[in-house]
T-cell receptor, first 111, second 113 residues
Framework: DQQVKQNSPSLSVQEGRISILNCDYTNSMFDYFLWYKKYPAEGPTFLISISSIKDKNEDGRFTVFLNKSAKHLSLHIVPSQPGDSAVYFCAASVSNYQLIWGAGTKLIIKP | GAGVSQTPSNKVTEKGKYVELRCDPI?????LYWYRQSLGQGPEFLIY????????DSGLPNDRFFAVRPEGSVSTLKIQRTERGDSAVYLC???????????FGSGTRLTVV
C-alpha cells in the first residue's frame, strides 16, 4: 500500500511558466513533508520542506503548499528554468528520520 | 570529503554471491541512513545508524542484508546470497543528527545477473 503517491510520472512545462508538482498521501500521522530533486546518476538533493502545522512554505522560486484535509501537497516552481529539469520526489515522515517516498515525477522544462 | 561518498558506483555480481557496498559520510555527521531505490520507484528505507549502533533496522528486507558502522563513520552494507530481486540503486545519506536534512551520496547501482 503506497502511503505517498505521485500520480504523474512526467510533466512538461515551457520555460518561464509555472511548474506544479502534486503529491497525495494516505497516512494522517505524517507530520513533516519534503521535496527532493534528483538528476541522473546523482543522489537526491533536498529542496524544500513543510511541517504539518503550516500550509505554505516559500523559498525563492519554490513554494510548497499543504492541504491536510485533502491529504495533498504541491510544489510550485515559478518561473521554471531549464536547470529545473529533473525527477522530483515527495517524501513524508511520522518520525524525525525515516522518510516514506513517492515514486517521483520527471519534470521537463522546454526552451 | 565534502560530500557523501559511495563505492563502488556500479557493481555487477552473479546470483548467489556476496557483496559489500561502502558509504563514507560527511565528516562529523553522526546519523547515517541506507535506502534502496528500485527502478521507477522512490527510495525505500533500510537502516539508520546513530553513531556506531543501528538505531532502526526495520527496513532490511531479510536476514541476507546486514550493515555495520564500527567506528561511527564509514558504513558497509553487506548482502549475502544475492538474488536478482536485489538489483537496485543503494543510496547512503548522512546528517549532523537525526533529522530530515539528509545529504545523499550518488548511490551504488547493484545488478545481480
Amino acid at each position: 500500500d503506497q502511503q505517498v503517491k505521485q500520480n504523474s510520472p512526467s510533466l512538461s512545462v515551457q520555460e518561464g511558466r509555472i511548474s506544479i508538482l502534486n503529491c497525495d498521501y494516505t497516512n494522517s500521522m505524517f507530520d513533516y513533508f519534503l521535496w527532493y530533486k534528483k538528476y541522473p546518476a546523482e543522489g537526491p538533493t533536498f529542496l524544500i520542506s513543510i511541517s504539518s502545522i503550516k500550509d505554505k512554505n516559500e523559498d525563492g522560486r519554490f513554494t510548497v503548499f499543504l492541504n491536510k484535509s485533502a491529504k495533498h501537497l504541491s510544489l510550485h516552481i515559478v518561473p521554471s528554468q531549464p536547470g529545473d529539469s529533473a525527477v522530483y520526489f515527495c517524501a513524508a515522515s511520522v518520525s524525525n528520520y525515516q522518510l516514506i517516498w513517492g515514486a517521483g515525477t520527471k519534470l521537463i522544462i522546454k526552451p | 570529503g565534502a560530500g557523501v561518498s559511495q563505492t563502488p558506483s556500479n557493481k555487477v555480481t552473479e546470483k548467489g554471491k556476496y557483496v559489500e557496498l561502502r558509504c563514507d559520510p560527511i565528516s562529523g555527521h553522526t546519523a547515517l541512513y541506507w535506502y534502496r531505490q528500485s527502478l521507477g520507484q522512490g527510495p525505500e528505507f533500510l537502516i539508520y545508524f546513530q553513531g556506531t549502533g543501528a538505531a532502526d533496522d526495520s527496513g532490511l528486507p531479510n536476514d541476507r542484508f546486514f550493515a555495520v558502522r564500527p567506528e561511527g563513520s564509514v558504513s558497509t552494507l553487506k548482502i549475502q546470497r544475492t538474488e536478482r530481486g536485489d538489483s537496485a540503486v543503494y543510496l547512503c545519506a548522512s546528517s549532523p543528527d537525526k533529522n530530515y536534512g539528509y545529504t545523499f551520496g550518488s548511490g551504488t547501482r547493484l545488478t545481480v545477473v
